[in-house]
Nanobody
């Protein structure tokens, strides 16, 4: 079965840390740009961090720069999001996504930053999305 499955969310106090995992099955993440998005209650989905092997840069949203780190373990076919110094404003459902080259070309996405900042009507067409994992930052 071709899918992305996120896990690692939960309840954490402000200032705490969590590591989210996104495991791919049925396809290899080696050939995809990958990213983490989040959607807080009542808000639009927003890009948190995006990266790809073919792009030497990794994009982070300003709100998480210096606190979050995206990484990948090719052997485990898994992408991670290490989240440190968590704030109540980080509370959201977090989703991972994988986008293949053909989709990137079709949507004229030429950078990981563009991949992360595209509007929902564009990101809805990304190849794979996970089911989401809830992160709640509260004391």
């Amino acid at each position: 079965q071709v899918q992305l499955v996120e896990y690692g969310g939960g309840l954490v106090q402000p200032g705490g840390s969590l590591r989210l995992s996104c495991a791919a099955s049925g396809f290899s993440l080696d050939w995809y740009a990958v990213g983490w998005f989040r959607q807080a209650l009542g808000n639009e989905r927003e890009g948190v961090s995006c990266t790809s092997k073919s792009d030497v840069t990794t994009f982070y949203a300003d709100s998480v720069q210096g606190r979050f780190t995206i990484s990948a373990d090719n052997a485990k076919n898994t992408v991670y999001l290490q989240m440190n110094s968590l704030e109540p404003e980080d509370t959201a459902v977090y989703y991972c996504t994988a986008v293949g080259l053909s989709t990137l070309l079709k949507k004229r996405i030429t950078s990981v930053q563009a991949m992360c900042v595209m509007p929902s009507q564009t990101t809805d067409g990304y190849d794979y999305w996970g089911q989401g994992t809830q992160v709640t930052v509260s004391s």
